[in-house]
């Protein structure tokens, strides 16, 4: 599977704008960028996905480099149940095994 | 509301002993998923489902055992032949079909601790 990179932990303020980048250079083409967050003790949860338009929905907005090596997923105004680590997770569509391959993540820490 | 449900929420056993960790989902949903998380680390597929009555090994399939008798269900038994089964046990769900970015719905998760 293709690797993503990821810094281990940001910190932002309360209703600023986040922007939480993901690198995957050996990306290929049929690989689709999805994330997902964690917060402290629960499942994770799927934010967005795309794969290689800008994506927007109620949670957060994705945009993708136009090479495609590298992404960011946009909290437009962040809350401190935004607090989570974050992960940003390649999956081939439509074959290869099933799952999702998760890597270390980015813990986001809000202040207030 | 629909959902998945693991149970129990957390767990102890005697080492040697087997235990079978519960997930049962409401969503319709015909792929099933196990993942363990060791602490400060990402999530690592233990075994997957994608129709009743067939499942395939993940990364880390050894020690573990399932079954997907129903497709509601899809149980977890943690054997004595795995190491180190202390971890926080995590179950998923997603539609199937042709497209595999279909999102996955995860449950609240088990943690199991081995005494």
């Known amino acids: 599977d293709a690797k993503t990179t990821q810094p281990n932990s940001m910190e932002s303020n309360e209703e600023e704008p986040v922007h939480l980048p993901c690198n995957h250079s050996?990306?290929?083409?049929?690989?689709?960028i999805h994330w997902y967050r964690q917060l402290p003790s629960q499942g994770p949860e799927y934010v967005i996905h795309?794969?290689?338009s800008n994506v927007n929905n109620r949670m957060a907005s994705l945009a993708i480099a136009e090479d495609r090596k590298s992404s960011t997923l946009i909290l437009h105004r962040a809350t401190l149940r935004d607090a989570a680590v974050y992960y940003c997770i390649l999956r081939v569509s439509g074959g290869g095994a099933d799952g999702l391959t998760f890597g270390k993540g980015t813990h986001l820490i809000i202040q207030p | 509301d629909g959902g998945i449900t693991q149970s129990p929420k957390y767990l102890f056993r005697k080492e040697g002993q087997n235990v079978t960790l519960s997930c049962e989902q409401n969503?319709?949903?015909?792929?099933m998923y196990w993942y363990r998380q060791d602490p400060g680390q990402g999530l690592r597929l233990i075994y997957y489902?994608?129709?009743?009555?067939?499942?395939q090994k993940g990364d880390i399939a050894e020690g573990y055992s399932v079954s997907r008798e129903k497709k509601e269900s899809f149980p977890l038994t943690v054997t004595s032949a795995q190491k180190n089964p202390t971890a926080f046990y995590l179950c998923?769900?997603?539609?199937?079909?042709?497209?595999?970015?279909?999102?996955?719905?995860f449950g609240d998760g088990t943690r199991l601790s081995i005494l």
């Open positions: 969503l319709n949903h015909d792929a």
């Open positions: 998923a769900s997603r539609k199937a079909g042709g497209d595999s970015n279909q999102p996955q719905h």
């Open positions: 489902s994608q129709i009743v009555n067939d499942f």
């Open positions: 795309g794969l290689t």
């Open positions: 050996t990306i290929s083409g049929t690989d689709y």
